[in-house]
């Protein structure tokens, strides 16, 4: 069962595909089930101005890397820096225990982000 949300970004997910020439890369795989989720970032004067993704496995890890990039477009690097898990989660929305896994993946993938590495 998938909530409205994750079925919405799953079946017609806005950010798929790979930017030509990110500044940024983060990618997290999940052990146990091997869910992958990879996301390239475009970053302009510390805000993120383009994220895409490329993921493979279930439906709610593709949806979760969709979402993720929404949410990143257009904040500051140092915002998403300091998002808590229970912020990642609300942007989530409902998963069920088979989904939590995707919870950890886009924690994972946040915690990855480091401003001042960038140029």
Do not use: Y
């Amino acid at each position: 069962m998938f909530s409205a949300r994750i079925a919405e970004n799953f079946t017609s997910p806005t950010h798929g595909g790979e930017l030509a020439d990110p500044h940024i890369v983060l990618e997290n795989k999940d052990p146990v089930c091997g869910d992958q989720i990879r996301i390239s970032i475009a970053v302009d004067d510390g805000s993120i101005t383009q994220a895409r993704f490329r993921a493979w496995g279930c439906a709610t890890s593709l949806a979760t890397a969709n979402i993720l990039c929404v949410w990143m477009e257009g904040k500051q690097l140092t915002d998403c820096v300091a998002a808590t898990p229970e912020e990642l989660a609300e942007q989530l929305g409902t998963l069920t225990p088979e989904q939590r896994h995707c919870h950890e993946i886009a924690v994972n993938l946040v915690a990855q982000l480091q401003p001042e590495s960038v140029a």
